[in-house]
């Protein structure tokens, strides 16, 4: 078993950029778990499944190959054996997501993916119910929360920056919306786990929260 860092939060918090550079400092390998959510979802929508059709969902599941892989340290989802890691970020995609990631069959697919990427690498492992459920004696457990206000403005702002027009109101109500959906599913809500430390990004820099979790990583050794 590696060293195991966990990172919750809901959407926008800035977990998958934390994550990332503090994989990188570290030399693990960085587990975006929500993309492996997405990866499912995107299956999902080109068979044309809905989300509320749990009976569809859980046997597209058992047939669907999924495998995650590295390639310049960067991860990447194979679905089927083709690489869709393009496609995870399409809005069509997250919606999906945030829905079939209630149905127990997703879930239970993806938990033994993510627990073996941990048996065998040092991960900084981020998504909703790491610390809770994926990796319960993570040696390092982080809540990583900010403002609605400020998870919307960021991301008002990576659209702008992209020249994709948008609407502030609408982006904080579907971010509100998604952390409905994801804080009262039944399996694994997005909840902070006892023993995780709780940071609050909204006044923060990205160097701060990193340097925060360094912290954190020392006192645990
Ligand atoms: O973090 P990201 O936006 O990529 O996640 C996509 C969706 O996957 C989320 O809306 C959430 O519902 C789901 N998810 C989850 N558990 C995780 C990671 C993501 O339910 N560990």
Known sequence: MGYQIAIDGPA??????????LAERKGFIYVDTGAMYRGLAWYFLTKGIRPDDEEAVTK???????????????????????????HLREEAVGNMASKSSAVPAVRARLLELQRDLARREDVVMDGRDIGTSVLPDAD????????????????YNELLGKGESCDYA??????????????????????????????DSSEMTIEEVVEKIESFCRESR
């Open 60 to 86: 597209a599941c058992e047939e669907v190959k999924i495998d995650i892989a590295y390639e310049n340290g960067k991860q990447q989802i194979y679905v089927n054996d083709k690489n869709i890691t393009d």
């Open 170 to 199: 609408q982006i904080a109500a579907d971010i509100e919306e998604r952390d409905r959906r994801d804080m009262t599913r039944e399996i694994s809500p997005l909840c902070r786990a006892e023993d995780a430390e709780l940071i």
């Open 12 to 21: 926008g918090a800035g977990k998958s950029t934390i994550a990332k550079l």
């Open 140 to 155: 390092v457990k982080i809540f990583l929360t900010a403002s609605v206000d400020t998870r919307a403005g960021r991301r």
